[in-house]
């Protein structure tokens, strides 16, 4: 038997493949986004991760058409790149505010009905940058980096509760985000990645399986690299 599984950011990218996955293992999945948009007969509903009351109306409408939520990916994520000399105060804070402060506030809401029942799973889709650090990625780089503290933390917060705390750490995923990458950037990433080749979205998603599944019950705390080898030794 298997619950109901919400993936942020889960209406393209990344987040799609996981959502579809999920959905293949048997939870009911719903897909939270700003656009509040859900292809492939995917479950919709509209949820802003950078602002709070978004995040509270949105729970409030999966709890009651769904019930309780079992199973929290927080994948919605941006980019703001640019050398720092040059990063403004809102691409610093958007990104912050997003990638740290939105999935931190997802995982506090998600807590209550993990706490009663007793269990629960909660997934942070952090990035390889996160550990090695990205030239024109400060923020990008600090906000991954802050989801593997926010995880160890609540992981030990919890862990006594039946509530597991991971984080997937991707290296180079061809999506939308990424194709905002020069041409000149990537071959120099793949020149770095011993598999030699990116991921397909696919691949990040089985982990979210394996993580929320039976299988993965007595791993918490743990940062998961799906990266090809790119960040070895980070
Ligand atoms: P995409 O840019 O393709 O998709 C981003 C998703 O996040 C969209 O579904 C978008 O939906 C959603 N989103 C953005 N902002 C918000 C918000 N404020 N509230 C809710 N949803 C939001 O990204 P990817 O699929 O490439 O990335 C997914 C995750 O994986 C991100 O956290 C990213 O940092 C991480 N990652 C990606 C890598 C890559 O190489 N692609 C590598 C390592 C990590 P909408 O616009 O409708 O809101």
Redesign the pocket.
């Given at each position: 038997m298997t619950g109901v599984a919400l993936v942020?950011?889960?209406?393209?990218?990344?987040?799609?493949?996981i959502a579809l996955r999920l959905r293949e293992t048997g939870y009911s999945v719903v897909?939270?986004?700003?656009?509040?948009?859900a292809p492939e007969g995917l479950s919709a509903v509209e949820?802003?991760?950078?602002?709070p009351a978004?995040i509270l109306a949105a729970f409030e409408r999966i709890e009651a058409e769904f019930g309780p939520i079992e199973v929290v990916v927080?994948?919605?994520?941006?980019?703001r790149d640019t050398l720092l000399m040059r990063m403004s105060d809102d691409d610093i804070d958007a990104v912050l505010?997003?990638?740290l402060g939105?999935?931190i506030r997802l995982a506090r809401r998600a807590l209550r009905s993990m706490l009663k029942a007793k269990h629960g799973r909660i997934i942070f889709?952090?990035?390889?940058?996160g550990l090695m650090g990205s030239a024109g990625q400060v923020n990008?780089a600090a906000?991954?980096a802050g989801l593997v503290g926010a995880a160890r933390s609540l992981a030990r917060e919890v862990g006594s509760r039946g509530i597991t705390v991971n984080v997937?750490?991707?290296?180079?995923?061809?999506?939308?985000?990424?194709?905002e990458v020069g041409e000149e950037r990537k071959a120099e990433i793949l020149g770095a990645v011993p598999l030699g080749r990116?991921?397909q979205?696919a691949e990040?998603a089985g982990v979210v399986e394996f993580l929320a599944g039976e299988a993965a019950g007595y791993i918490t705390g743990a940062v998961i690299p799906v990266?090809g080898g790119l960040g070895m030794g980070h």
């Open positions: 942020t950011g889960g209406n393209r990218g990344i987040g799609l493949a897909v939270g986004s700003r656009s509040g948009t949820l802003d991760v950078s602002d978004s927080a994948n919605a994520g941006i980019t505010n997003t990638n939105g999935s889709i952090s990035s390889v940058v990008y906000a991954k997937i750490a991707p290296g180079f995923v061809d999506t939308d985000m990424t194709a990116y991921a979205p990040i990266d």
